[in-house]
C-alpha cells in the first residue's frame, strides 16, 4: 500500500527545521559582521571556522546515520537539535574568534548527529515515488525559517540602534523551541531482530549509490561557504541591515523553488534538476565575483536562492532513491558527511585567496567548477548513465 507523503513526523520535523532554521539564519548574516567587524577576525579565520565546522558535522554524520540504523532516529533527532542551541550560545556570547569557532563546532556536531537519522525518518515513511516532493517541502520549511530568521535580524537592528551582538542573542528563542518540538516526533523506526547471520558485515552500498556520491562531493568542493558571499556584499559597500535583508531575498527565493523542485525531480529526474541548480550557481558566483553594482549583485544572490532549493533536497532524495532500507541511514550519513568534508576543502581555499580586489577570484573560480559539474551531470543523463 502506497504512503501517504504528508505524513505527521514529516510535518513535525519540518516544524521542528523551519524553528532551528529560523535561529541559524537570524545569526547567520550577522556573523561576518560580528567576526570581522566586531572581534575583529581575518577572511581566512571566517573560511577556517565554517568549513571547520561542516567537517564536524561530517564526522557525526558518520556515525549518527550508521547508527540510526540499529538505534532508531528519534534519540538523534532530539540530540542534535538540542546541541546545536548549545552552540548557538556560544557564539553569541564570544568576544574572541576561538570561541566562535568552539561554538559554531558544536552547533554543527548538532547538525550533524540530526541529519542523516532525521532524512531518515522522513524517507522511513514516505513511498520513494514521492521522496522529491517530501524532501522538497522539508527544504521548503527550512527556508521560511530562514526568511523568518533574518526578518527578526532587520527588527533587532532598528530596535537595537544596530548592535550586531545583542541582536544575535535573540537566536536563542527560536532554538530552545525547535528542541522543545522534537519531543513530539515518533519514532516508527522497526529494529531488526539481531540474528548471527548480520554480525558478518554491514550490507555493501550499490555501486551506482556510490558513484553518485562521488560525483556531488567533487562539485561540492567548490561551493564555498555562504559566509564569504554575505562577505562580499559587505566589502563592495552593503550595510548591515542591506547584508541582513540580502539573505532574507536568497532565503525567499529558495522557499519559492524547493517544493517545486522536489516535484520535478520526481517526475523527471534528480540529475537534471541538480544540474539546474549548479548553472544557477555558476552564474550568480562569476556575477558576485566581478560586480561591485549593489543592483546587480542583488540580482545575482537570488539567482543564487536557485542553487539550495534545486539541490540539497533533491539531492539527498536522490540518494535515498539509490538506497535500501537495510542502509538507508548509513547511506544519508556518507553522503551528507563526504558533502561537509568537501565544504571544508572550499572554506579553506576560498578564505585563503579572499581579498579586497575588484575582482573577487575565489567565485570566479567556484563558478567555473559548478559550471562543470553542470555539464558534467546534464552529458550523463542525454547519455542516459546512472552515476
Same mark, same amino acid.
Given at each position: 500500500m502506497m504512503k501517504i507523503w504528508l505524513t505527521r513526523n514529516l510535518i513535525l520535523l519540518t516544524l521542528v527545521s523551519l524553528a532551528q532554521d529560523a535561529a541559524s539564519e537570524l545569526l547567520?548574516? @550577522? @556573523?561576518? %559582521?560580528?567576526? =570581522?567587524? /566586531? %572581534?575583529? &577576525?581575518a577572511p581566512l579565520a571566517l573560511g577556517l571556522i565554517e568549513g571547520c565546522a561542516e567537517a564536524a558535522a561530517g564526522f557525526t554524520k558518520l556515525i549518527s546515520g550508521k547508527s540510526s540504523d540499529h538505534l532508531g532516529r528519534r534519540p538523534f533527532v532530539i540530540a542534535g537539535y538540542s546541541l546545536a542551541g548549545v552552540g548557538k550560545a556560544l557564539v553569541v556570547i564570544a568576544t574572541s574568534w576561538p570561541l566562535v569557532f568552539l561554538g559554531r563546532v558544536i552547533d554543527r556536531i548538532g547538525k550533524g548527529m540530526r541529519g542523516a537519522p532525521r532524512d531518515a525518518l522522513i524517507s522511513d515513511s514516505v513511498d520513494k515515488a514521492h521522496l522529491?516532493? !517530501? $524532501?522538497? $517541502?522539508?527544504? =521548503?520549511?527550512d527556508n521560511i525559517g530562514a526568511v523568518i530568521g533574518p526578518g527578526i535580524a532587520l %527588527?533587532?537592528?532598528?530596535? @537595537?540602534?544596530?548592535? /550586531?551582538? &545583542? /541582536?544575535?542573542?535573540?537566536a536563542l528563542i527560536p532554538a530552545i523551541i525547535s528542541g522543545l518540538l522534537t519531543l513530539l516526533v515518533k519514532e516508527n523506526f522497526v529494529r531488526t531482530p539481531k540474528i548471527k547471520a548480520e554480525k558478518k558485515a554491514h550490507p555493501q552500498l550499490p555501486r551506482s549509490l556510490k558513484r553518485a556520491i562521488a560525483l556531488l562531493v567533487l562539485i561540492q568542493l567548490t561551493n564555498i561557504p555562504d559566509v564569504l558571499l554575505l562577505l562580499r556584499l559587505h566589502d563592495i559597500g552593503f550595510s548591515t541591515q542591506g547584508v541582513v535583508l540580502s539573505y532574507m531575498l536568497f532565503s525567499g527565493v529558495t522557499v519559492l523553488a524547493a517544493f517545486p523542485g522536489g516535484y520535478v525531480a520526481d517526475k523527471l529526474s534528480p540529475r537534471v534538476v541538480y544540474a539546474v541548480g549548479l548553472l544557477a550557481f555558476a552564474i550568480a558566483y562569476a556575477t558576485l565575483g566581478s560586480t561591485q553594482n549593489h543592483i546587480v549583485a542583488l540580482i545575482a544572490l537570488a539567482l543564487y536562492g536557485l542553487f539550495p532549493a534545486l539541490t540539497d533536497g533533491v539531492?539527498? !532524495?536522490? %540518494? !535515498?532513491? @539509490?538506497?535500501?532500507?537495510?542502509?538507508?541511514g548509513r547511506a544519508q550519513g556518507v553522503y551528507q558527511a563526504s558533502m561537509n568534508f568537501a565544504v571544508l576543502g572550499a572554506g579553506i581555499w576560498g578564505g585563503a585567496l579572499w581579498s579586497k580586489g575588484v575582482i573577487q577570484w575565489p567565485l570566479i573560480i567556484a563558478a567555473a567548477g559548478a559550471l562543470i559539474g553542470a555539464l558534467t551531470l546534464a552529458t550523463a543523463h542525454l547519455r542516459n548513465v546512472r552515476p
Open positions: 547567520y548574516p @550577522l @556573523l561576518p %559582521i560580528l567576526l =570581522t567587524g /566586531v %572581534i575583529g &577576525a522529491g516532493r !517530501a $524532501f522538497g $517541502f522539508h527544504r =521548503t520549511g %527588527i533587532g537592528l532598528a530596535m @537595537l540602534d544596530g548592535d /550586531v551582538r &545583542a /541582536v544575535a542573542k535573540w539531492g539527498k !532524495a536522490w %540518494i !535515498a532513491g @539509490l538506497s535500501q532500507e537495510a542502509h538507508r
